[in-house]
């Protein structure tokens, strides 16, 4: 009997302290204790990744690029309307401004332009503003060795990045080279020599810090880099969206990781890096993206030793900023030990993945807001802003389709740099944008009419025609009632036709395919002079052939069924 009463009562014991166990730390982290892996933009704790920005006090939405959700436009109308900071803010904002840095970030990941397309372009940047360009080489650097499957096809060679520097130092720009350390590594992690050092084995997004072969890749991805850069100045080291960090099987058998614990985690790894940069190249300024350092405790900042390390990016693209929350995240990084920063906005690539043309009013408000946050930095007087970078991204990451290209980003760029430049985007900053660039800029339309003197000018005017008309033209075509009513695809399937039908709509059908494949050609000629085949390939594909292929698919119809000049339907479809 008194065996069984002890019996039970280790049961019941063990029953609430399983309960207990359960209640108190089974909710705070089901990433690592369950399987499933759905979500890749988790963090740690349960909350998701900053990649939300607040509309207002009760709403959020989601942010990109550095983020997996795509973001729709707010719905306030950010074309037309442009609210200045009060004339003392502006001046206030104009004068500080001339000792930042202005860097375009020029995202390789995809649609790499030509070494001749960045000689017309350099120019540009530095007439508009700019001080140096963010080079994120991604696999468009010329990786030797065993890293050499790291590159592109289509590559640049060294002599290229010769001559990019070269270029840049005639334009008085500084090349900033930005090699991803510990997230969006896709471009390394796809490789199957590489898969094993995954953080987590099913996604290619983040390296497993665990693994000693982690840090002897990324060694010597810096090795070569620097090597081809041996005079820079500041260099990015990535390590923002460590998507799964925690959840590799090293990190598992581990005592449960608390969210302290995944943040010592993180800085170990971006310091243990930062360090070998510092040892080997002590001249050299590193910059990271802040978003994982939002979460971690001022005292695990500080027993890291990363603010003498690093500078944090601060970085933000919607047209309207949670300044509050940026401000909390400077106070932060003051209090950690961070003497330098810098802020990071958006000037194309940050509006949606598939975005085919640059909505200029979104990006605008993204550096008025910017300027708004700079009036308040007399708060943190330990605090010195160095710069801003203007990001373009051109993928959301390495297995996405491309955003706006380049070429279609510029009257953007034009006005955010001048937007920097004068502390406001007033009457003299528009007139400078058209002067430089050899248009009028509406920003009602957010387009710049005319013929345009800036190198890419005739592919932003094929693209924004493309834009507006192409896939409407065809579906407006597709709608045509003798279409729709005589020539079905019921008609098609079993060939039959009545060719008095047909003529309603043939004619119309062919001229819209003659005038589209003058476009296109255009279009294919000009993306030709300034990327790279597999580049104009793929925008084609996206964007183009899909619709063409329709029409000609039509035409080839047409010719099939009114060969047979109005013969009943035939017995077998097509």
Same mark, same amino acid.
């Given at each position: 009997?008194?065996?069984?009463?002890?019996?039970?009562?280790?049961?019941?014991?063990?029953?609430?302290?399983?309960?207990?166990?359960?209640?108190?730390?089974?909710?705070?982290?089901?990433?690592?204790?369950?399987?499933?892996?759905?979500?890749?933009?988790?963090?740690?704790?349960?909350?998701?990744?900053?990649?939300?920005?607040?509309?207002?006090?009760?709403?959020?939405?989601?942010?990109?690029? =550095?983020?997996?959700?795509?973001?729709?436009?707010?719905?306030?109308?950010?074309?037309?309307?442009?609210?200045?900071?009060?004339?003392?803010?502006?001046?206030?904002?104009?004068?500080?401004?001339?000792?930042?840095?202005?860097?375009?970030?020029?995202?390789?990941?995809?649609?790499?332009?030509?070494?001749?397309?960045?000689?017309?372009?350099?120019?540009?940047?530095?007439?508009?503003?700019?001080?140096?360009?963010?080079?994120?080489?991604?696999?468009?650097?010329?990786?030797?060795?065993?890293?050499?499957?790291?590159?592109?096809?289509?590559?640049?060679?060294?002599?290229?990045?010769?001559?990019?520097?070269?270029?840049?130092?005639?334009?008085?720009?500084?090349?900033?080279?930005?090699?991803?350390?510990?997230?969006?590594?896709?471009?390394?992690?796809? =490789?199957?020599?590489?898969?094993?050092?995954?953080?987590?084995?099913?996604?290619?997004?983040?390296?497993?810090?665990?693994?000693?072969?982690?840090?002897?890749?990324?060694?010597?991805?810096?090795?070569?880099?620097?090597?081809?850069?041996?005079?820079?100045?500041?260099? =990015?080291?990535?390590?923002?969206?460590?998507?799964?960090?925690?959840?590799?099987?090293?990190?598992?058998?581990?005592?449960?990781?608390?969210?302290?614990?995944?943040?010592?985690?993180?800085?170990?790894?971006?310091?243990?890096?930062?360090?070998?940069?510092?040892?080997?190249?002590?001249?050299?300024?590193?910059?990271?993206?802040?978003?994982?350092?939002?979460?971690?405790?001022?005292?695990?900042?500080?027993?890291?030793?990363?603010?003498?390390?690093?500078?944090?990016?601060?970085?933000?693209?919607?047209?309207?900023?949670?300044?509050?929350?940026?401000?909390?995240?400077?106070?932060?990084?003051?209090?950690?030990?961070?003497?330098?920063?810098?802020?990071?906005?958006?000037?194309?690539?940050?509006?949606?993945?598939?975005?085919?043309?640059?909505?200029?009013?979104?990006?605008?408000?993204?550096?008025?807001?910017?300027?708004?946050?700079?009036?308040?930095?007399?708060?943190?007087?330990?605090?010195?802003?160095?710069?801003?970078?203007?990001?373009?991204?051109?993928?959301?990451?390495?297995?996405?389709?491309?955003?706006?290209?380049?070429?279609?980003?510029?009257?953007?760029?034009?006005?955010?740099?001048?937007?920097?430049?004068?502390?406001?985007?007033?009457?003299?900053?528009?007139?400078?944008?058209?002067?430089?660039?050899?248009?009028?800029?509406?920003?009602?339309?957010?387009?710049?009419?005319?013929?345009?003197?800036?190198?890419?000018?005739?592919?932003?005017?094929?693209?924004?025609?493309?834009?507006?008309?192409?896939?409407?033209?065809?579906?407006?075509?597709?709608?045509?009632?003798?279409?729709?009513?005589?020539?079905?695809?019921?008609?098609?399937?079993?060939?039959?036709?009545?060719?008095?039908?047909?003529?309603?709509?043939?004619?119309?059908?062919?001229?819209?395919?003659?005038?589209?494949?003058?476009?296109?050609?255009?279009?294919?000629?000009?993306?030709?002079?300034?990327?790279?085949?597999?580049?104009?390939?793929?925008?084609?594909?996206?964007?183009?052939?899909?619709?063409?292929?329709?029409?000609?698919?039509?035409?080839?119809?047409?010719?099939?069924?009114?060969?047979?000049?109005?013969?009943?339907?035939?017995?077998?479809?097509?």
């Amino acid at each position: 009997m008194l065996n069984q009463k002890s019996l039970r009562v280790i049961v019941v014991c063990l029953c609430v302290w399983l309960t207990l166990r359960y209640l108190l730390s089974g909710s705070s982290r089901p990433d690592l204790v369950e399987k499933s892996v759905e979500i890749p933009g988790q963090f740690w704790s349960n909350d998701k990744l900053d990649v939300y920005e607040k509309k207002d006090d009760n709403a959020v939405k989601p942010e990109v690029p =550095h983020g997996d959700n795509e973001v729709k436009v707010p719905e306030a109308n950010y074309k037309a309307v442009v609210e200045d900071l009060p004339k003392a803010e502006q001046e206030m904002v104009q004068k500080e401004s001339k000792h930042l840095q202005r860097i375009v970030h020029l995202d390789l990941k995809g649609a790499a332009p030509k070494v001749k397309y960045l000689e017309q372009i350099f120019p540009l940047f530095s007439s508009l503003g700019a001080t140096g360009v963010l080079m994120e080489y991604e696999d468009m650097f010329p990786y030797d060795g065993d890293l050499s499957l790291l590159r592109s096809s289509f590559a640049y060679s060294v002599d290229d990045i010769a001559e990019i520097k070269r270029l840049a130092k005639i334009s008085n720009l500084e090349v900033i080279p930005l090699v991803q350390t510990f997230g969006h590594l896709e471009f390394v992690l796809k =490789h199957e020599k590489y898969v094993s050092l995954r953080e987590v084995a099913e996604f290619p997004n983040s390296l497993n810090p665990r693994i000693p072969e982690s840090l002897v890749l990324l060694k010597e991805m810096l090795t070569q880099v620097m090597k081809l850069h041996p005079e820079a100045q500041h260099f =990015h080291i990535g390590s923002d969206e460590v998507f799964g960090l925690g959840m590799s099987k090293d990190s598992k058998i581990l005592p449960r990781s608390s969210d302290e614990e995944l943040g010592k985690l993180y800085l170990s790894h971006v310091t243990t890096v930062a360090n070998f940069m510092s040892e080997t190249w002590p001249g050299v300024k590193l910059l990271m993206w802040d978003d994982m350092l939002r979460k971690i405790s001022v005292d695990a900042l500080k027993e890291s030793g990363l603010p003498t390390l690093a500078d944090p990016v601060v970085w933000k693209y919607l047209p309207e900023l949670d300044i509050t929350a940026i401000n909390s995240w400077i106070s932060k990084y003051q209090e950690a030990g961070f003497r330098d920063l810098w802020f990071a906005s958006a000037f194309k690539g940050a509006t949606g993945s598939d975005q085919m043309w640059t909505e200029i009013g979104h990006h605008l408000h993204n550096h008025l807001s910017w300027l708004k946050v700079m009036t308040s930095l007399y708060k943190y007087p330990q605090i010195t802003l160095q710069g801003i970078i203007l990001t373009g991204w051109q993928r959301y990451e390495h297995f996405t389709v491309l955003c706006e290209l380049l070429p279609v980003g510029i009257p953007s760029l034009a006005v955010c740099l001048q937007t920097l430049k004068h502390g406001s985007f007033h009457e003299e900053a528009q007139a400078e944008v058209n002067h430089i660039l050899g248009c009028e800029l509406r920003m009602d339309k957010e387009l710049c009419y005319g013929t345009g003197a800036f190198a890419g000018a005739e592919l932003y005017h094929l693209v924004h025609r493309v834009h507006t008309n192409f896939k409407s033209s065809i579906e407006d075509l597709m709608q045509n009632p003798h279409l729709r009513g005589a020539f079905s695809r019921y008609h098609r399937k079993y060939n039959f036709a009545n060719p008095r039908n047909v003529g309603f709509f043939q004619h119309k059908l062919t001229r819209t395919m003659s005038e589209w494949d003058t476009v296109i050609e255009k279009l294919r000629s000009e993306m030709e002079a300034i990327y790279f085949p597999d580049t104009v390939e793929e925008w084609m594909e996206e964007n183009v052939n899909h619709h063409m292929d329709q029409l000609r698919t039509m035409l080839q119809d047409i010719q099939r069924i009114t060969e047979r000049r109005g013969l009943a339907k035939s017995l077998k479809a097509r």
